[in-house]
């Protein structure tokens, strides 16, 4: 992924929910609030993957969603970050048993980083993005 | 909208009495506090037969038309029970309060009568327990599928505890997916289950939806 | 006398001769081959073309050229024993119809190459060219007489003949419906010049126009004859209380025909502004009449513009949106008259009201001949008009997609083209006179641009749809026809005061001087 | 050389070729900011195609929209205008000759009658 110099400057995130119970989103949302307000930072929830640098992808991908959510993620363009919401993504949590599931989101999406809890804490989101930061840099340093 | 007199759940269920006399099997009300004061609120239970529904719906729509919320479903064994749950409002402070209609179907003979043209807005619920109980609507608009995939195999319906239900192997564990096999024992080793406590040995009996 | 001398005094008379002869000649020279009678049909056009510039040329540098057929001399208006009356048919070319000729000229050329191709898979093709020549007969002769029944011939010419056109393709019934309307109307009109003409010849037993001008006394009979070639020739211009036929007979009518009719009705407009200001000029109370000349021309423009939008039919659109370009016309010129009499507002604004006007008579034949004949490429290439069934055009269509946009442009006045240069003289220019007139006139513009994006994106933009997927451009000629139009428009839409300065202001000045058409006439010049 | 002096219309002045001359100023300096734009794309994938939350693009027929279509609005708001004026276009030529007689008629009471 070659990284470009308005990457470390600001990350546009745009929420992708695949199926999810809506907690996180609520408490993506509750991220965005002027109580933790990433936007200092430059982080904006966008509204069209075309704009944005980071895919919050919430919910275990049900079967009907793993086809759009592969087009959406083609649709974000390059360098892009997956970011992983909630524990749905990673093991299914309360849906750990369903049939109608097309498994955690890293059979579908290559994810970079994940943040467990259900819904995670607003603090354990924005600890995902500086997590995700670090990881930038290390690719820009190894670039 | 003509403004209809504020009528009690008690009339409610008198005039329904009236009305259909013994096609009423059941009718109660629930009451319950709401709100910090308590305030008294309730809600109306009436069982009838499948024939008398839509006539049912339609006096309700005559005294107040009501928001129609969603058709609750119920696997019993060998009957499955159908909760047509709507609400009537008078635009005041806690003068709303919930009828449903419960209905049994003979497992034997899953149909009952479509209620789209009386309130449209029902289409999408009606479809949903076609998809997953696999109940015929009669008379229904559009009877495709909603949530279900269109790959997903004909004849199981999700909803039902009987063979017809979920088969085990059809279930994705996803906690399961790739997970490493080759993990060191955790230092602290599992506490042994003790004998008695629910919880430890494992799963509860599964237990039913928004049961009566 | 050379060749070259003969055609130069003779012009008038060839300008009408040319087309005349080729006319009646086309069928026969049609039997040797097709060939040989498209480029007989052609060098006809050419010729009479040439002949137009050469008089124009004449009449811009010595002024109005007076050409009398059967006299001794061509310049012998008065014949010496006949009492001071020019008893011959005399053709008067001032400036103004030196203007209106180099318009026919142009427009005529490029129609005629686009309609050799447009029309070669049609068949009868000897009628179409003869009726088409005839046609241009006749708006040259209209345009150049300078007698008044001459005037009535030259016009019944031209509305037969572009009634016979309208009906050549009958579809089904239709375009011989339009062209019925078309010509009962004519006639109609035609009657009621003709009334007109009778009563100016039994006050003053002469048919000349500058004789008529001379001895005019503005009798209540005179009157009765202003108002009933004022209606007739309204109606064949296409003002709005009289213009239903417009729409049906531009639809129906080939789209080379079309763009040449359009020509045609501004023939007869230079027959209203001849009259008006050559018989009339001042003396009659030229506020009224200069007003009824204006609310025809909103009127015109209003409804034109606004019945155009919801229009199915790409031919009938661009009628309606012709409609409401001649109301442009007929407002700049109705208020160049209406301050007439007023020297002081008339050098102010007047004039230049009167120039925009006449400057877009010249704007408004071209661009929307080029809008025509591009309706024209694609009927040509997919065989319908309905603007429902088009779509993605512009994949294959991309020079007559060019061509459109700068005909849709200039039409809606947007400033690098033509039209622009001519609407904002009458914006401005009528600003002064009256502002409400200014500002309907504006709006009208804006509506016409949107009436264009409509069309431009049912035509060309949207995906390439699978029916029009092996659509091929337009056959040359048709884009030669075009091109010509089109670099017109742009030409003079860089440099209009070259336009405005060598022939639309020696045209307003001649229009309005009636002195000086009158010496000119019978004063032996 | 009058080629390049401006138009003069009564109340202000057009001069084509200035403005022609900032339009291609303006042209320059758009196209100096479009081609600052990031191009590194991928052509082929679906980051050309439009995002419809995720679903596919329908087929390219079913997306062009018909003219009949284009200023509903506009035609919905003067409904009053158009119910008058397009049954006005009858089409029967008696109703046309009528209106020619009548718009005669009319002239020759106002310029007849009154001066």
Redesign the interface.
Known sequence: MKLTKSFNRSLWVFHLNTGSCNGCEIEIVATITPRYDPERFGMKLVGSPKHADVLLVTGPVTKKMAQKVRRVYEQVPDPKLVMCIGTCGQSGGVFYDSYNLDGPIDQVLPVDVYVPGCPPRPEAIIFGVVKALEKLERLEAAQ | MSETPYRSPQEIIDLYKTEFGAGILDARITERGEGVHRKKGYNIWIRLDRELLKPAIKKLMDIRFPHFAVIAGNDLGDEIELLYILSVFYGTQFGEYMVTFGLRLPKSDLTVPTITDLIPGALLSEREKQEFFGITVTGIPDGRRLFLPDDFPQGVYPWRKDETGIKPEMVRELWAVNRPKDRPAPPVPEKKPVPGDPVAEGKEKKTGGASE | MTLADFIVTNAPALLVAIPLFAAFTSPAVGKISTAARNLWVMGAMLLTAAVAFILAFRVFSTGTVIYVFGAAATTLAVPLDSGGIPIRIIFTVDAMSAFMEIICAIVGTSVLLYSLSSESKNTSLEGYYALFLLMITGVFGMVSTGDFFNFFVFLEILSLASAGLIAYRIDGGLAVEAALKYFVLSTLGAILVLFAIGIYYGQYNALNIAMIAQRMQFTMLDKIALVLLIAALAMKCGAVPMHFWTPDAYSMAPSSVTAFLVVASQASLYGLFRILFTFYNVTLNCVTVGWIIIILGILSMVVGVTMAIPQKDVKRLIAYCAISQTGYMLLGVGVGLAVLGNAALSNAFGFVAMEGGIFHIFNDAVFKGLLFLTAGAIFYRIGTCDLNKMGGLGHNMKYTMIFFIIGALATAGIPPFNGFASKLMIYESVYLFNPILAIIAMVVSILTLAVFVKVFHSIFMGPQLPEYADVKEAPLPMLIGMGILAAIVILFGLFPQLVVNGLVAPAAHALTNQGGYISSVLGGA | M???????????V?A??A??IA?VVVTIVVYLIWNMG?S???KG???V?P?L????EPE??A??????N??WG??QA?KG??DT??PM???I?T???V??V???AL??V???G??
Not at chain 4, 2 to 12: A, E, I, K, R
Not at chain 4, 63 to 68: D, E, F, K, N, Q
């Open positions: 009058d080629l390049l002096s401006p138009v003069q219309t009564g109340y202000g057009w084509p070729l403005w022609l339009f990031e590194s794309y991928k994938t679906d980051q195609r995002y939350s995720g679903n596919a390219k027929g997306v062009h929209i018909r003219a009949s284009l200023y506009y035609l003067l205008y158009y004026m397009v276009h009858t089409g030529l109703d046309y000759i209106w020619f009548a718009v005669t002239l020759l106002i310029v007849g009154l001066s």
